[in-house]
């Protein structure tokens, strides 16, 4: 499912003149980034972490209580595709981590409009909904410091911090109770599921699918996805439908890659893939466990 908000900014109620929110998102090099995802998806996993972040700030952009969005990245593709977008890109300079990241950010906001309030929130919500990102900002305006617990009840996938506060994150791991602990209020309102979903496994991923992902997510899961068409288990080669009808082989190195057993024609197979059009080629068929 795809959900139609993001691509299209300020479509929620109001304009920029009463967006008065500063988001930053950290994101690390699309090498390294979404580590528990490659059980799950092998080699997509840079391009499912581009997709998500790219999803993450439309959607964040949208909002009608945002004013801008700033990524903190060393990435040089994910800050050219994020600013096409309309982020703002700062180098981590720190270098030292999550946390260091999002404090540069944030002061990199105030070094432009001080005062600003601000708002750390994650790269991995690809089910980003402005309307429920509005409600969140609107219920965390009302606190000094106020944080909302991730889909697992574990983590936190925002953080705000009203004008002239400092934002003082600790995420990572068990980062709900450090943030409560360091006295900031917890963020209890229903109905804000798409804010809360990151996606760090294949678990997760399915429930954002579930829930409805931006478009960069959708076009890049639809892209890893096929339905098995031929197989012959002598030569442990056959072919897939892409979900257009177009037919590609495979060899038995894909075949291999996957870890599989047998194919039957029919069922649904997680594709992995180089080059594009005519040049296409399968590197990898398993069965599908979106």
């Known amino acids: 499912m795809v959900h139609p908000w993001t691509g299209a ?7 920029a003149t009463n967006a008065v929110w500063s ?24 391009g499912l972490a581009l997709a998500f972040a790219q999803d993450t700030v439309a959607g964040a952009l ?22 096409r977008l309309g982020a703002r890109i700062v180098a981590d300079a720190p270098a030292t981590g999550l946390n260091a990241a999002l404090v540069h950010g944030a002061r990199e906001i105030r070094r432009i409009r001080p005062g600003a309030a601000v708002a750390a929130m994650n790269a991995d ?10 409600r969140v900002l ?49 963020i209890g309102i229903a109905n804000v599921e798409s804010v809360r979903r990151d996606v760090d496994t294949g678990a997760d991923l399915r429930a954002a699918l579930a ?8 076009r890049y899961s639809a892209r890893m996805q096929a339905t098995a068409y031929t197989y ?12 257009d009808g177009t037919p590609v082989p495979f060899g038995a190195p894909a075949f291999d890659a996957g ?29 599908q466990t979106f």
């Open 9 to 15: 900014r300020r479509r929620e109620g109001g304009s």
């Open 23 to 46: 988001l930053v998102v950290p994101l690390k090099p699309l090498a390294v980034a979404k580590s528990r995802l490659a059980a799950a998806v092998g080699a997509s996993r840079p």
């Open 62 to 83: 949208a909002c009608a209580a945002v004013a801008d969005v700033v990524v903190v990245t060393d990435d040089a593709e994910a800050g050219k595709e994020l600013a």
């Open 125 to 134: 919500l690809p089910a980003l909904r402005p309307p429920e990102l509005l």
């Open 138 to 186: 609107e219920a965390a305006s009302v606190f000094p410091r106020a944080f909302l617990a991730d889909a697992a009840g574990i983590g936190t996938t925002l953080l705000s911090a009203a004008p002239d506060v400092e934002l003082a994150p600790s995420f990572g791991g068990p980062s709900r109770a450090r943030h409560s602990a360091s006295g900031a209020a917890e």
């Open 211 to 218: 829930l409805g992902v931006g478009r960069h997510t959708a």
């Open 232 to 243: 012959d288990s002598q030569t442990r080669s056959g072919s897939v439908l892409l979900d």
């Open 259 to 287: 870890g599989l057993r047998l194919l039957r024609p029919g069922q649904r197979v997680r594709i992995e893939t180089d080059g594009e059009g005519p040049a296409l080629r399968i590197t990898l068929v398993t069965l």
